[in-house]
């Protein structure tokens, strides 16, 4: 038997509404072998481990089997990282009750240890060890898709917190006052003005309340996502940038409060709207700036995610896999 | 000589711009031998060390000599953990450049560790050692002195950040429009609405915005401070009360927005405001419970701090020792 130090590869499963994607990944990243089933397809959650360990079963032989796997990371929503379980998920049937004990589950049938947490710390976890925050022991990773999620790295180390949860920065509040509605039944989030869908509504917002032409008026608001938003931006639409403005505004105002948090050495981005690139990172910068605390001015950089967009659910998935203390 | 694990003792330094006090302390927070010496009788940073190590001798003597002694734990103001300095401090003569180097000073002369971090820092190191925090992994201090200071603790380890710098929670923005102007140049942040000069500020705000009667009002309003409206409420002057539950309010939001960052189990409460007992820590708990993410609720304890005042600031400089790795 290979010692557990040598074992090459770890892991990863992308745990998503739709489909569950697995990877066996190498240190540098590398994936080794893929393969996915329908996450719903399944009646109970032990149909699904059983399917999942089938599928599991042919990529592992592909690598030279479970002797050369270290361990299996999995990203999944709702995830409680210390419990090993998905407690509540609302889009996954059979997680809809707490708690399911998914981590040992799979770790029962593979033999190997397994970890689970939710996608933004498994996307932080993946910039760690294969992205651009190798190497750093304090960074903010925020994704910025359908929701806001972060993972936060401190002294190396996760931030979970007392109960698994650490790292919700998508709903510090950002306006204490007639704040937008928030999907967490409270107001202000800055989840409400910088997903995707807080995006849209900037859009239909700066629409409705001033007379500038924009391509966007092509539109029925309601059909307006942050897709059309970014590309009339990359038409040059002057309304699409003053949404990109404000959007970039906000979020360096909030990640100048997280650096009198943390005081990250980075703030890395990942997510669609990162696709603007510097028409939101420019923003960003520009706004952390000018609201940072002068003693933590220039000190920390603004990145967006080294991974491939397609790749990097699985790859942050198998990250959570290295970083299991033995 | 004894291993360096059974040494019993260490030493604090808490360093203030009038006094400097030491203390030699046990694993317990029992203070075995203390001194002092005036921080600014000595004309450069040589003398005062030297002047420091001759008052500690005599007190390392009374308990059986340096090789009792596992390490020394300096608090100061804008102490650098990371490079054992201190950094342009404003009140302190011998130390207004950047950067002298305290911690390698006092460990050349004693042959012993040193490290230094500020005093909010210390004060969190204090709590975790041998105050209400002891075996907490997760939470957060939070002095409430003539400016609002904060220590992190996650994973049972203090944060510093990348600079040594992390945990300026006093200087998140509370109020992003109209706010209040802080010493830091800014506006809006907690600090300059629940320190004690923020309190004596909303103090003069509410006298001058309403007709409320108030004990308050026998004072010329530049002569009241946090003192005046703590005995007001004290003697159940209503305006003062309000003026309690404003300053918990604002508490209770940012706590709110500090549980999701960091999740933590207790929030530690500190310094002169906390003498108000419940009439700030009710408006505190009643607050957060109104504004804290629903995932988070009912998890946090809010606590204040388990630490004699007079003995608190050394005992929390004595815990930064402990916390050397060696």
């Not at 592992?60 to 361990?71: H, L, P, T």
């Not at 998905?86 to 029962?108: D, R, T």
């Amino acid at each position: 038997m290979i010692p557990q130090t040598l074992k090459p590869y770890v892991i990863g499963l992308d745990l998503g509404g739709t489909n569950s994607v697995f990877g066996i990944v190498d240190s540098r990243g590398d994936i080794k072998a893929t393969t996915a089933i329908k996450t719903q397809a399944y009646d109970n959650v032990e149909d699904y481990v059983k399917a999942s360990i089938e599928a599991l079963n042919i990529i592992i032989d592909q690598v030279g089997g479970i002797e050369n796997i270290k361990a299996m990371g999995i990203g999944a929503p709702n995830a409680n990282y210390y419990k090993g379980t998905i407690e509540f998920a609302p889009n996954i049937a059979w997680a809809h009750s707490c708690c399911v004990p998914l981590a040992e589950m799979f770790s029962k049938e593979l033999g190997v240890p397994v970890a689970i947490t939710n996608d933004a710390n498994a996307a932080a976890l993946g910039e760690m060890n294969y992205g651009v925050a190798r190497g750093m022991k304090n960074f903010i990773m925020l994704t910025l898709g359908t929701g806001v999620g972060s993972g936060i790295v401190i002294n190396g180390q996760m931030v979970y917190g007392c109960d698994g949860f650490a790292g919700e920065l998508g709903h510090v509040i950002m306006r204490r006052d007639n704040g937008r509605s928030c999907g967490c039944g409270r107001t202000g989030c800055l989840e409400a003005y910088c997903s995707a869908t807080g995006v849209a509504r900037t859009a239909r917002e700066f629409l409705s309340t001033s007379d500038m032409p924009s391509l966007l008026r092509e539109y029925k608001p309601e059909d307006i996502t942050s897709l059309e938003v970014s590309i009339a931006a990359g038409k040059g639409d002057e309304l699409a940038k003053k949404v990109y403005d404000f959007t970039g505004e906000m979020l360096g105002e909030a990640c100048a409060d997280f650096a009198a948090f943390a005081s990250p050495e980075a703030f890395v981005f990942f997510g669609g709207l990162t696709k603007a690139g510097d028409l939101i990172m420019e923003p960003i910068k520009k706004s952390y700036d000018e609201h940072v605390m002068p003693v933590f001015k220039g000190k920390a950089q603004f990145l967006i995610s080294g991974l491939d967009g397609s790749s990097a659910a699985v790859l942050g998935a198998s990250a959570i896999g290295w970083d299991i203390q033995e």
